[in-house]
């Protein structure tokens, strides 16, 4: 009934046959294909999330969210981030009506590039066939990468809140409390991760959607290797 209801004997089980469909679906071409697709989206998908921000944010507001965000990611993210939200706040007030989504259309339809890849390779891998129509099949590679916009962008408002948190509750409540509020950014960082690669299994293949509770096992894993290796 759950993923916690197997012994160890079939998750030892589970964990053979994995690594023999591994090899048998050619798992390292897949993901080479996916980082090829993955890394031509990437400059479309940041315009969109930081597009989107501008839309609501000001310079001031900016370097005041950056001065709290250089705390908690490397420096030099944080300083590509903040450039690239100073510059579309700066310039997206010029930017509107029509040409504003047209703008926001071809950075999602250079991110769904991206998530037509991620579909078809868990076809591949849950051994089914894409029966979908063109339409239909448009229209759920557009809602997984708006999906994935939505999260960047919650992931970086959240980190803001959490690193302001941080700094005025240590002043008020002690220094005990920055490593709490430490604790929650990585505890959203991984929840919305986790949440991210679940609802791409399961609404990406072309299949009668997989139950959470089998998803989340695996998209908790995929998140915690992923921080691992960034």
Same mark, same amino acid.
């Given at each position: 009934?759950?993923?916690?209801?197997?012994?160890?004997?079939?998750?030892?089980?589970?964990?053979?046959?994995?690594?023999?469909?591994?090899?048998?679906?050619?798992?390292?071409?897949?993901?080479?294909?996916?980082?090829?697709?993955?890394?031509?989206?990437?400059?479309?998908?940041?315009?969109?999330?930081?597009?989107?921000?501008?839309?609501?944010?000001?310079?001031?507001?900016?370097?005041?969210?950056?001065?709290?965000?250089?705390?908690?990611?490397?420096?030099?993210?944080?300083k590509?981030?903040?450039?690239?939200?100073?510059?579309?706040?700066?310039?997206?007030?010029?930017?509107?009506?029509?040409?504003? +989504?047209?703008?926001?259309?071809?950075?999602?339809?250079?991110?769904?590039?991206?998530?037509s890849?991620?579909?078809?390779?868990?076809?591949?891998?849950n051994?089914?066939?894409?029966?979908?129509?063109?339409?239909?099949?448009?229209?759920?590679?557009?809602?997984?990468?708006?999906?994935?916009?939505?999260?960047?962008?919650?992931?970086?408002?959240?980190?803001?809140?959490?690193?302001?948190?941080?700094?005025?509750?240590?002043v008020l409540?002690?220094?005990?409390?920055?490593s709490?509020?430490?604790?929650?950014?990585?505890?959203?960082?991984?929840?919305?991760?986790?949440?991210?690669f679940?609802? +791409?299994?399961?609404?990406?293949?072309?299949?009668?959607?997989?139950?959470?509770?089998?998803? +989340?096992?695996?998209?908790?894993?995929?998140?915690?290797?992923?921080?691992?290796?960034?």
């Amino acid at each position: 009934s759950s993923p916690l209801a197997l012994s160890w004997r079939s998750w030892v089980r589970v964990l053979k046959r994995a690594y023999i469909m591994a090899g048998f679906h050619e798992l390292g071409l897949l993901a080479a294909g996916m980082a090829f697709y993955v890394f031509l989206a990437i400059t479309p998908l940041i315009a969109a999330i930081v597009m989107i921000y501008g839309l609501i944010g000001d310079p001031a507001t900016v370097q005041a969210q950056m001065t709290m965000i250089v705390s908690i990611v490397p420096p030099e993210a944080a300083k590509l981030i903040e450039g690239q939200l100073l510059q579309i706040v700066t310039t997206s007030k010029d930017v509107t009506g029509l040409a504003l +989504i047209l703008a926001l259309f071809f950075a999602v339809f250079g991110g769904m590039r991206a998530a037509s890849g991620m579909i078809s390779a868990l076809n591949i891998i849950n051994e089914e066939r894409e029966t979908r129509s063109f339409f239909h099949l448009t229209f759920r590679a557009a809602s997984l990468t708006i999906a994935a916009i939505l999260i960047s962008l919650t992931g970086l408002l959240s980190g803001g809140v959490f690193a302001w948190l941080q700094t005025q509750t240590s002043v008020l409540l002690g220094a005990s409390t920055t490593s709490l509020f430490k604790l929650l950014t990585w505890a959203g960082a991984i929840a919305l991760g986790t949440g991210g690669f679940a609802l +791409i299994m399961r609404y990406g293949p072309d299949r009668r959607p997989a139950k959470w509770r089998w998803l +989340i096992p695996g998209a908790l894993l995929a998140t915690t290797l992923w921080i691992l290796v960034s």
